[in-house]
């Protein structure tokens, strides 16, 4: 590949991505802006409704992921695929994470508008499902002038940032939803 794969945004490209989400507010945009802050993983984020969201207490609460699986027909033994939201794979990534100052006020906005039962990424009672939502994020990086990152890669941007700023080991742990935190020191140095 000619392209290099970078592991996460440093803090210009960082500031350059937060600032062009800002400008130009949407649903989408919400969620991209949540995962930079926030360092959930793109199943979490898609999956992620309003009533997960507790504006009082500031915090998100983490409790089910989203992702595409193969199911087999039981008629045909035909393959095809069936978007499916369950509960996080490990019981550390069912986690509360707090809603940063930043985002706050942007979060409190759009909740007026959105029943409890909308999804955060989409503002309707359907998710966006996590290829479309890669597959936009890409095209949003590439408008913006950023090098090629991986959506995973916001969240190694996050704990970078975060370790980077002398915050707990523990806590980037528990905030990023690891069982081990040399998971944690694995992916982010």
Known sequence: ?????????????????????????SFKNLG?????????????????????????????RVNKTIQRIYIEEETTGKTKTELQISTPKTKSSQRE?????????????????????????????????PRTYRTYYMKKTEEFGLPHLKFHGLRH??????????ADIKTVSAILGHSDITTTLNTSV
Do not use: H
């Open 32 to 60: 991209l802006l949540l995962t930079i802050y926030s360092g959930m993983r793109i199943g979490e984020v898609c999956a992620l409704q309003w009533q997960d969201v507790d504006l009082e207490e500031k915090v998100i």
């Open 157 to 166: 941007t996050f704990a970078t940032q975060l370790i980077a700023s002398k």
């Open 97 to 129: 994470i707090p809603i940063v100052t930043k985002l706050y006020k942007m979060m409190k906005d759009y909740a007026k508008i959105c029943r409890p039962d909308y999804f955060v990424c989409s503002g309707t009672t359907t998710p966006i499902e």
């Open 1 to 25: 590949d000619a392209k290099k794969e970078i592991e996460a945004y440093n803090k210009d490209q960082i500031k350059k991505l937060v600032a062009s989400l800002e400008e130009t507010p």
